[in-house]
């Protein structure tokens, strides 16, 4: 059981370039959520999802664009990347239901130059 | 103010004592409560749940006092293994409740 896996682990980018993050969970989870952790600070919801084809905004969505065609899979895209966006990324997963946890994936450490 | 505030320590401890860490909350509306554990580097891992009630795993307890808006944890004779960040996490309570905010995290270090 694979759990929750973000592909790639690392990426260094140059300003301006564009890549997607990408998160696949198997446990059949309807919540999925994306997060950036920069140091000191906790984690910061950038986007989630509740369900397929349904996206919302977090905390920092500026600079972020996020897309659940499939259940399982939910996409993080960086159209320009900057600096600023310089972090660890890390997506979770969780079924619905009150006081239900959320089970993360290992992380992307994403680094722009 | 923050949503979620914790001490960032370190706490640094000997083996085998006994280590408190307290969070405070803002949102009266957050309904569920959880103490995560981070690794350095990794990804953060459920620790415990936090009930009304207080719960207990091993070496572990956790409270909650909703009328001044804290939870708390405890880890009874410490082991080197627990050295982490310890991260005290809320749901946003209304219609945010499938949101969670996160404590800042405090980090502790077990000595031999």
């Known amino acids: 059981n694979a759990g929750v896996t973000q592909t790639p682990k690392f990426r260094v980018l140059k300003t301006g370039q564009s890549m997607t993050l990408l998160c696949a969970q198997d446990?059949?989870?309807?919540?999925m959520y994306w997060y950036r952790q920069d140091p000191g600070m906790g984690l910061r919801l950038i986007h989630y999802?509740?369900?397929?084809?349904?996206?919302a905004k977090g905390e920092v969505p500026d600079g972020y664009n996020v897309s659940r065609l499939k259940k399982q899979n939910f996409l993080l895209g960086l159209e320009s990347a900057a600096p600023s966006q310089t972090s660890v990324y890390f997506c979770?997963?969780?079924?619905?239901?009150?006081?239900?946890?959320?089970?993360f994936g290992d992380g992307t450490r994403l680094s722009i130059l | 103010r923050k949503e979620v505030e914790q001490d960032p320590g370190p706490f640094n401890v000997p083996e085998g004592a006994t280590v408190a860490f307290n969070c405070t909350y803002s949102?009266?509306?957050?309904?569920?409560f959880f103490w995560y554990r981070q690794d350095c580097r990794k990804e953060p891992k459920l620790l415990m749940s936090?009930?009304?009630?207080?719960n207990e795993d091993g070496r572990f307890t956790a409270q909650l006092n909703r009328a001044s808006q804290y939870i708390s944890l405890l880890i009874r004779d410490s082991k080197l293994s627990d050295s982490a960040t310890y991260l005290c996490?809320?749901?946003?309570?209304?219609?945010?409740?499938?949101?969670?905010?996160w404590g800042a995290g405090t980090k502790l270090i077990i000595k031999p």
């Open positions: 979770a997963s969780r079924v619905t239901g009150l006081g239900q946890p959320q089970h």
């Open positions: 446990m059949n989870h309807e919540y």
């Open positions: 999802s509740v369900g397929e084809g349904t996206t």
């Open positions: 949102n009266s509306a957050s309904q569920s």
């Open positions: 936090v009930y009304s009630s207080g």
């Open positions: 996490v809320v749901t946003g309570g209304g219609d945010s409740n499938y949101q969670l905010i």
